[in-house]
Structures are given as structure tokens and as C-alpha cells.
């Protein structure tokens, strides 16, 4: 849900990747893996991922940053996947290390659908996959961080009191540097006044750090199409000691509060009395992380997106 860039104002290349060029390289390293046929499966923000023969999915970064990333799950999942109740990805597949971390790292392919197509299943069968995703937060949420630092080595820092308050402070000041001057008055308004209370309320920044995956999107929850039970978990590469509520906003957006409000009923971890502002909140800057994102890659789709959903904002 959260998109880390390497400064508030430096611009990023996002690397166009072309999915033959993309095939050869992946030929070039494992000569004898047999693929019979390919198709693009996610041409997204950070990477571009192709599905082999229904077997095998293969992430190949757009920037030095997403290396970084994947090489942080390449260390961090074989940790964590024997203390979580559904399936997370298994590297098998990695290639071409560079300084910071691989071009791209591949797993065998989770079975599932993402979580906005199970929704249409039958509600006694929703509730239980709002159990099950709360549960499976619980335990993420549990994983001492102790552990993690020892197998990521190191784990981006946790953003917690002053630090979070910090963070929240100077993506408020990016935005009113830059995101500002392309909204008209009213919309400028409602921006402030979604961010000023935020940071103004000491409460909001009381919470406990915990290893959270921090870009829990509908996409990225999989479930049994017939079913709708939780079938896997996918891209960890945000993953970080951050604020646990993070990892509900994706159920706010893709979802529906009802939904949302039922995994947390089942989630075992604290939830301070600024959890669901802080979920609310979080929700809500998707449209300013979009916008930064468009800028800083000078990509316009993302940028005229990121803007209408800021001016629709209520």
C-alpha cells in the first residue's frame, strides 16, 4: 500500500521491460527449464511478472530499488513461511545479481484468485476468509522482530512515535510542495484536512511495531475460487517493521469496511484506540502515493489517476 522512494523529490527511472527480451534472459540463466508458453500476468508499478506454462511466476524489477526488494524476500520468506497459516511464495528461480539484489526471482505459482473476485461467494463463506486473513495477520503480526533482523540483515526500520510522525510530516510537505499546486482550492482544502488532524494527535502514533508486508492490496490475497478459503499470501517486497493497521487498509480498499471490521474481530494482536483511524488514513493516501509515484516516474497515467481520486475525495 505504501510505495518507498529513494528521495521526496528525486526522480526514478522506471525501466520499460519487454516480456521476450525479459524470457531470453531468464533462458539465458536456466537453460534446461522447460516453457512451453508465457503470459504477461501483472505489468505493474515496480515489476513485470509472467506466468510460465501455469507452473512457474517470475518478477523481473523495473529498478534498482524492486532488486533491493526482491532480494529482501529471497532472505525473509524462507523464515517466515513455517510460522504463518497459509502459503507464501518460495524463490526457486533467481537471476542476474546485481549490487543491491536480483533483476528478477520467480516461485511456482500459488493456487487462488485474488480477493476482490472471491467476494462474490456466499457470505457465511466471506466471513470465514475475513477470519482467516485476521488470523493470518495475527500471525505475521507476531513474528519476533528479533528473528527477522537476523534473516533479512536488515529489515527497513520501523516507523514508530516521533519516526512515524516524522515520515507523515515530510510526505506532507512533498505534498504540499508538489501535489498542491495541481488541485484547485476546495480539494486543497479537504487535503489539509485530512493530513493536519493525523499529525496533530499524539494518540495516532502510539502503536507497537510489528513485521507487517505493507502492501496487502486485493491482489496480493489469494482464495479458493469455489470456496473462497485463504489459499496464499504474494509480493513481500515491501515488507517492513511498520504499523500493524498498514496491512488492513487494502481490505477498506478492495473489500468493504464490513469486511474489514470482521478480519479484525478475528486478529489476536493489539489494536490501540487510533487503530482504524490510522486504517482509514492509510487508505486514503493511496490516491498521494499514486501521484508521487506518477512524478517521480514521470508516468501521466498514474498522475491523472492519483489527481481524480484526490479530487473525488469527500
Known sequence: MERRMTSLSSSIPNTPLDPDDC????????PDLPIQRYMVFTNGWDS????????????FARRPDVEAQLAVEARLLPALAPALPAPIPRFELIGDPGTRGP???????LPGVPLPATLAVAPDQASALA?????????????????????????????????????YADFYADVRARVFPLLDAPARARAAALWEP????????????????????????????????????????????GDPALDFTGLLRDADPAFAEAALAAYPGPVDPAFRRRMD?????????????????????????GLAAIRAAE
Do not use: N
Open 23 to 30: 524470457l531470453r534472459r531468464l533462458r539465458a540463466r536456466y
Open 48 to 59: 513485470l511478472a509472467l506466468a510460465l506454462d501455469d507452473t512457474w511466476l517470475v518478477r
Open 103 to 109: 533483476t528478477f526471482a520467480g516461485y511456482r505459482i
Open 131 to 167: 477470519r482467516q486473513i485476521g488470523a493470518f495477520l495475527g500471525a505475521l503480526h507476531a513474528f519476533p522482530l528479533a528473528r527477522t533482523a537476523a534473516a533479512v540483515a536488515p529489515l527497513p526500520l520501523p516507523r514508530e512515535g516521533a519516526g512515524a510522525r516524522r515520515h
Open 198 to 241: 493525523f499529525l496533530a494527535d499524539d494518540a495516532t502514533f502510539a502503536f507497537r511495531p510489528a513485521l507487517i508486508h505493507a502492501d496487502l492490496a486485493g491482489e496480493h490475497i489469494l482464495c479458493d475460487a469455489a470456496t473462497g478459503a485463504l489459499s496464499g499470501i504474494i509480493d513481500w517486497g515491501d515488507a517492513r517493521a
Open 281 to 305: 488514513f492509510y487508505a486514503r493516501l493511496i490516491p498521494y502515493h499514486e501521484v508521487r509515484f506518477g512524478l517521480d516516474t514521470h508516468q501521466l497515467d498514474h498522475l491523472a489517476r
